[in-house]
């Protein structure tokens, strides 16, 4: 287990922990989206996820925000593992590749589950990855917006993970659709309009932020 300087936090201070889960097809994106968001970098080599929980802690207007972010397995050999992600979700990201069928399909079933171990009012997101390959796509937006936004009545949008800023929009989306309270100031709002990053010379000093990451196998 890696992870940033640690922050120097009052125990007195409130703190805030939410819990976001990433789910989806083999090779849509999650893992790249979480990478994005969080390290500002793109995995470029293919792994297979079991199961990597990467938290940030955020201090906003004197409150510890703490995300976990869990990026879950592309198959289904980890069904309690899996079950046991769903419990804990606070929002749920349904994560498909706008350019393969069979990662939208699976997204029914996804949901299913999620319906039967928690019931319909979790949070859940379903998000459109790989926006850029919009040429290859097989399923049109307009289509997957409903089934998801009328049927679901889940929020939707899609994203681009390569892109910081399109990922960034996403995790907006994801806060809100969990009615977690995050405000920036005005100086972050500027430079990043979302969660704060920092320098690679910030990074070495103390400061109010810290990023880690485990696997669990």
């Given at each position: 287990m890696s992870e940033a300087p640690r922050v120097q936090v009052e125990s007195s201070e409130p703190r805030r922990?939410?819990?976001v889960t990433l789910m989806g097809d083999a090779r849509v994106g999650k893992s790249t989206i979480v990478s994005q968001f969080l390290y500002d970098e793109i995995i470029t080599n293919y792994k297979p996820t079991v199961e990597e929980l990467h938290r940030g802690e955020y201090e906003i207007e004197g409150e510890t925000l703490i995300l976990d972010l869990l990026d879950t397995s592309g198959t289904h050999q980890f069904p309690a593992m899996r079950e046991?992600?769903?419990r804990q979700s606070d929002v749920i990201l349904l994560v498909w590749s706008i350019d393969n069928a069979a990662s939208w399909e699976l997204l029914a079933l996804l949901r299913e589950e999620i319906v039967r171990v928690r019931g319909p009012e979790v949070p859940v997101v379903v998000v459109g990855n790989k926006s850029d390959l919009?040429?290859?796509?097989?399923?049109s937006?307009?289509?997957?917006?409903?089934?998801?936004e009328l049927d679901w009545c889940h929020g939707y949008t899609e994203t681009c993970a390569l892109q910081s800023d399109?990922?960034?929009?996403?995790?907006k989306k994801v806060l809100h659709q969990g009615q977690i309270r995050y405000k920036l100031s005005p100086a972050v709002?500027?430079?990043r309009k979302?969660?704060?990053t920092y320098t690679q010379k910030q990074k070495q000093d103390k400061f109010f932020f810290k990023r880690h990451s485990c696997n669990v196998s």
């Open positions: 922990k939410y819990q046991l992600a769903i919009e040429s290859r796509r097989v399923v937006k307009s289509l997957a917006q409903a089934r998801v399109s990922v960034l929009a996403l995790f709002e500027r430079r979302s969660l704060p």
